[in-house]
């Protein structure tokens, strides 16, 4: 299991998932065939123009149609094309469509830094996964558009702001890659002098220091494929919210949206004032909220995406009865993808 990565060729760099070495066949096939190509052509061309170059006694003699040479250059090319794109439709929906068992890694991109989100509820700024099992990465951004990029995996996916992208993979050796994004731009630093502002990672295999740098370019991670006993002890050693859920005496959020939801539910701190144990606090418990009819001084309204949503960024437009107006706007402190993880877990909390 410990077999090193396939090594890098000509143009491409290591080779470390399952998909890998389909899609460089299909890059160095398309990369010869062009290269073929391009010197029969030109070489054909210079010796053409040559040969019948304009010169004293020569008289040009043109030809004209030759029906039989021009059905075969068109027909040729037919073929070569259909196999080209029969190969690339066959990579692309390869790698479009997760295996059913795939591990959900939930990607959060920010300016500039990646976040993941593992299905036990924990997170970490680099990716880890078990070597030799598909992983989904379902990946959202808060704020622009950016592009996760794992060269060795030849994984390359936009993570877009109000939408959720995905991307799956499953790697074939215990080792590490980087993570990049792929939106090349962005600022330069603000340290003093220009220079960035530099804190070396304490993780030795991270050449890349963490710190401060502003622009995609400074959006290194890495990828760390283990071993499923190392896998384990990594996802024991960033905290398992399955058991906060447990002893809770819920079972945990099968959901990962909600995982996250809960996160936020603390970090944000909702929890100040709401419970999740239909206890009333400040404001009305979370517990079985979702798709009631909530009695407010505007009227009998319906728990839903909306009304969640206005409760977030507006709460004074609708004051649930029996409770005060004292529930602060949290506008511009939670993103879309952050309602929308809260909401997943306010329905999970049934
Ligand atoms: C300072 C206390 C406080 C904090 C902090 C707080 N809320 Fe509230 N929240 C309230 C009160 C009071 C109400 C009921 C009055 C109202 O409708 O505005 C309420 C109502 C709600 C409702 C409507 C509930 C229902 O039963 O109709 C939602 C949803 C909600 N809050 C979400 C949140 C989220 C999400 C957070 C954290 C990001 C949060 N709240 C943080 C006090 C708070
Ligand atoms: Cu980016």
């Given at each position: 299991m410990n077999e090193p990565n396939a090594p890098p060729t000509f143009q491409l760099p290591e080779q470390m998932s399952t998909v890998s070495a389909d899609i460089d066949w299909l890059y160095y096939f398309i990369y010869w065939l062009s290269v073929v190509l391009f010197v029969a052509i030109v070489t054909t061309m210079l010796y053409w123009a040559i040969k019948y170059?304009?010169?004293?006694?020569h008289k040009a003699e043109p030809t004209g149609h030759n029906l039989p040479l021009e059905i075969a250059w068109t027909i040729a090319p037919l073929f070569i094309l259909a196999f080209l794109f029969h190969k690339g439709f066959q990579g692309y929906m390869d790698m479009a469509i997760a295996p059913a068992d795939s591990i959900e890694i939930r990607v959060n991109a920010k300016q500039w830094s990646w976040e993941f989100v593992y299905p036990n509820g924990g997170s970490s700024p680099e990716l880890h996964v078990p070597v030799h099992k598909p992983v989904k990465l379902i990946m959202g951004s808060v704020d622009v558009l950016h592009s996760f990029y794992v060269p060795a995996l030849r994984v390359k996916r936009d993570v877009v702001p109000g939408m959720f992208t995905s991307a799956w993979f499953e790697a074939t050796h215990v080792g590490h890659d980087d993570i990049a994004c792929a939106e090349y731009c962005g600022g330069r630093s603000t340290?003093?002098?220009?220079?960035l502002p530099y804190e070396p990672s304490?993780?030795?295999?991270?050449?890349y220091p963490a710190g401060q740098a502003t622009g995609h370019w400074a959006m290194h991670s890495m990828l760390f494929v283990e071993t499923p006993e190392d896998y384990e002890k990594f996802l024991k050693g960033i905290g398992d919210k399955c058991e906060e859920f447990a002893s809770t005496g819920k079972t945990c959020p099968a959901d990962i949206a909600a995982a996250q939801g809960l996160r936020l539910y603390s970090n944000k701190g909702c929890l100040a004032c709401h419970t999740t144990t239909g206890a009333p606090g400040i404001g009305p418990s979370w517990?079985?909220?979702?798709g009631k009819d909530e009695a407010t001084n505007v009227g009998v309204v319906k728990v839903d995406e909306n009304y969640v949503r206005e409760s977030i960024l507006?709460?004074?437009?609708k004051i649930v009865t029996?409770?005060?107006?004292v529930m602060p706007t949290f506008r511009g402190q939670v993103s879309d993808l952050e309602i929308d993880e809260l909401m997943s877990y306010i329905k999970s909390l049934k």
């Open positions: 170059r304009e010169r004293k006694g340290g003093p002098g220009g220079e304490d993780d030795p295999r991270n050449p517990k079985g909220i979702w507006d709460p004074q437009a029996g409770f005060g107006p």
